[in-house]
């Protein structure tokens, strides 16, 4: 097992990695405890998961959103928790985001933990203490920053994941090497059959790296006023296609990568050769590439990004494989941009 650790303004978080969901007790210090869990896990683990006080949630983007929110605040009011109630989230991203608003907001914030069971959540989600919730198509538009109090993040109980939700998680890794670390990068490349076979050493490694990556970047700028909007790699494409087309984040935030590293290619910051040689990764490892999307519904969409400013917004490109480059487009500036990309 290792350990990473995160500091917030308002807590500071160790991520457990490899640790066993059955150890979680030894991390909580308040015996009343009440669970968030995902409804598929607890029915794949329940034998393994010794709590009294649980809320079953069904864990869909479209209901990661207030009334939720309500019924989860109605079941904690009925289980008569008190400011001293740890409140304990298990399952992949939609629940870790909703447990740490909850977390955050009931009662003016009680003490939260994750045990986290998704790739995409162990990898990014559960990590760097962003919360939220959804509204009105707006996505995690309603949260705060707050770190929980631990994260577990067991490699064991991924191998009951569908394979569509490993090439999410994947996703999100293959991000870190290309915008941070160009020997992870590498990692990544030598050992992409044993990523997909689910090699627990190799999936252990690239939790880990994943994890510390982004923990090294939240320390320096937990609230994003400057380092960690690296971390939004093909995020301002891949939001506005997952709320278009409603396709898994992960997937989403492929085809934005793809469409940000073309960009690259084109501005001549990313020679031909290592173009090739990143879509050879991402065709290796099954991640998607293109959808076919109707070019004014998605630039009318990038503007309910919420990490808009005035007209435009920063957007991110890599200037290498393992070094990116923050730079300010107004929507037209990226547009015609966009127009240059040959698919
Ligand atoms: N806060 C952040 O910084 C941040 C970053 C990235 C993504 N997110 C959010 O994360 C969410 C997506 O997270 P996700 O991909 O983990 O999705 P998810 O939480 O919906 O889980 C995916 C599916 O896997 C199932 N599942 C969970 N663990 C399982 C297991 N071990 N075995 C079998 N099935 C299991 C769930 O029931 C669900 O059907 C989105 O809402 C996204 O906005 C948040």
Same mark, same amino acid.
């Given at each position: 097992?290792?350990?990473?650790?995160i500091?917030?303004?308002?807590?500071?978080s160790?991520?457990?990695?490899?640790?066993?969901?059955?150890?979680?007790?030894?991390?909580?210090?308040?015996?009343?405890?009440?669970?968030?869990?995902?409804?598929?896990?607890?029915?794949?683990?329940? @034998?393994? /998961?010794?709590?009294?006080? $649980? #809320?079953?949630?069904?864990? %869909?983007?479209? !209901?990661?959103? *207030?009334?939720?929110?309500?019924?989860?605040?109605?079941k904690?009011?009925?289980?008569?928790?008190?400011?001293?109630?740890?409140?304990?989230?298990?399952?992949g991203?939609?629940?870790?985001?909703?447990?740490?608003?909850?977390?955050s907001?009931?009662?003016?914030?009680?003490?939260?933990?994750?045990?986290?069971?998704?790739?995409?959540?162990?990898?990014?989600?559960?990590?760097?203490?962003?919360?939220?919730?959804?509204?009105d198509?707006?996505?995690?538009?309603?949260?705060?920053?707050?770190?929980?109090?631990?994260?577990?993040?067991?490699?064991?109980?991924? @191998?009951? /994941?569908?394979?569509?939700? $490993? #090439?999410?998680?994947?996703? %999100?890794?293959? !991000?870190?090497? *290309?915008?941070?670390?160009?020997?992870?990068?590498?990692?990544?490349?030598?050992?992409?059959?044993?990523?997909?076979?689910?090699?627990?050493?190799?999936?252990?490694?690239?939790?880990?790296?994943?994890?510390?990556?982004?923990?090294?970047?939240?320390?320096?700028?937990?609230?994003?006023?400057?380092?960690?909007?690296?971390?939004?790699?093909?995020?301002?494409?891949?939001?506005?296609?997952?709320?278009?087309?409603?396709?898994?984040?992960?997937?989403?935030?492929?085809?934005?990568?793809?469409?940000?590293?073309?960009?690259?290619?084109?501005?001549?910051?990313?020679?031909?050769?290592?173009?090739?040689? $990143? #879509?050879?990764?991402?065709?290796?490892?099954?991640?998607?590439?293109?959808?076919?999307?109707?070019?004014?519904?998605?630039?009318?969409?990038?503007?309910?990004?919420?990490?808009?400013?005035?007209?435009?917004?920063?957007?991110?490109?890599?200037?290498?494989?393992?070094?990116?480059?923050?730079?300010?487009?107004?929507?037209?500036?990226?547009?015609?941009?966009?127009?240059?990309?040959?698919?």
């Amino acid at each position: 097992m290792k350990k990473v650790e995160i500091e917030g303004k308002l807590n500071t978080s160790i991520i457990y990695v490899g640790e066993k969901i059955d150890n979680v007790w030894k991390y909580i210090k308040n015996k009343n405890t009440v669970v968030l869990i995902d409804s598929k896990f607890y029915n794949i683990y329940k @034998k393994r /998961l010794n709590f009294d006080k $649980i #809320i079953k949630i069904d864990s %869909e983007e479209r !209901k990661k959103n *207030l009334k939720t929110v309500t019924r989860i605040v109605k079941k904690l009011i009925d289980f008569q928790v008190d400011r001293k109630t740890f409140i304990l989230g298990i399952g992949g991203g939609v629940i870790t985001d909703l447990t740490g608003f909850i977390g955050s907001v009931f009662m003016r914030g009680v003490d939260f933990g994750f045990i986290t069971t998704t790739l995409l959540g162990q990898v990014d989600a559960a990590l760097g203490g962003k919360n939220g919730v959804n509204y009105d198509g707006y996505k995690n538009i309603i949260g705060t920053f707050n770190q929980p109090d631990f994260g577990i993040s067991d490699i064991n109980v991924l @191998k009951t /994941l569908s394979e569509e939700h $490993i #090439i999410n998680g994947i996703a %999100e890794v293959i !991000k870190y090497g *290309l915008i941070y670390d160009s020997e992870f990068f590498d990692f990544i490349e030598k050992n992409y059959d044993e990523i997909l076979e689910l090699n627990k050493d190799i999936i252990e490694h690239i939790v880990y790296k994943s994890s510390k990556i982004k923990a090294d970047v939240v320390n320096e700028d937990e609230e994003e006023k400057n380092i960690r909007k690296i971390l939004n790699f093909g995020h301002t494409f891949g939001h506005a296609i997952e709320r278009e087309y409603g396709l898994l984040h992960g997937k989403a935030v492929s085809i934005g990568m793809i469409i940000s590293i073309k960009l690259s290619n084109k501005l001549d910051y990313i020679s031909e050769k290592k173009y090739q040689r $990143i #879509i050879k990764l991402f065709d290796l490892l099954k991640l998607p590439q293109s959808i076919d999307f109707d070019e004014e519904k998605i630039f009318e969409n990038l503007k309910k990004d919420k990490k808009k400013e005035d007209d435009g917004i920063k957007f991110i490109l890599l200037k290498d494989i393992g070094k990116s480059v923050i730079k300010n487009y107004s929507f037209d500036e990226l547009r015609n941009l966009y127009k240059q990309i040959t698919w």
